[in-house]
């Protein structure tokens, strides 16, 4: 088992940042791949970012590209993702993810946190 917890989350005005962090307890932090997915209201969950088990590679949706950066600290257990020029489509619940060997974006498996509300006004 792996134990997931999300923070960081908040309200912020469009063009704002923020810096969501995962801490992860149970198993071997560095054997999982990581992920960050979001749902907004009234829509499927979306795949956001993902970054390798030793951190050497990462993925994005297009959406976020040039915006977000998914990044982690082995020593620590955690996964972070910095969110430069928020816009207001990005407002959701984010959520991150666990899995081994990589994340699949379409159809993630693994475990998961219990998410973090970010909200982003216009």
């Known amino acids: 088992q792996v134990q997931l917890v999300e923070s960081g989350g908040g309200l912020v005005q469009a063009g704002g940042s923020l810096r969501l962090s995962c801490a992860a307890a149970g198993r071997t932090f560095s054997n999982y791949a990581m992920g960050w997915f979001r749902q907004a209201p009234g829509k499927e969950r979306e795949f956001v970012a993902a970054?390798?088990?030793?951190?050497?590679?990462?993925d994005y949706v297009d959406s976020v590209k040039g915006r977000f950066t998914i990044s982690r600290d082995n020593a620590k257990n955690t996964v972070y993702l910095q969110m430069n020029s928020l816009k207001p489509e990005d407002t959701a619940v984010y959520y991150c993810?666990?899995?081994?060997?990589?994340?699949?974006?379409?159809?993630?498996?693994?475990?998961w946190g219990q998410g973090t509300q970010v909200t982003v006004s216009s």
């Open positions: 970054i390798s088990r030793s951190g050497g590679s990462t």
């Open positions: 993810n666990a899995d081994s060997p990589w994340i699949n974006p379409r159809s993630p498996r693994g475990y």
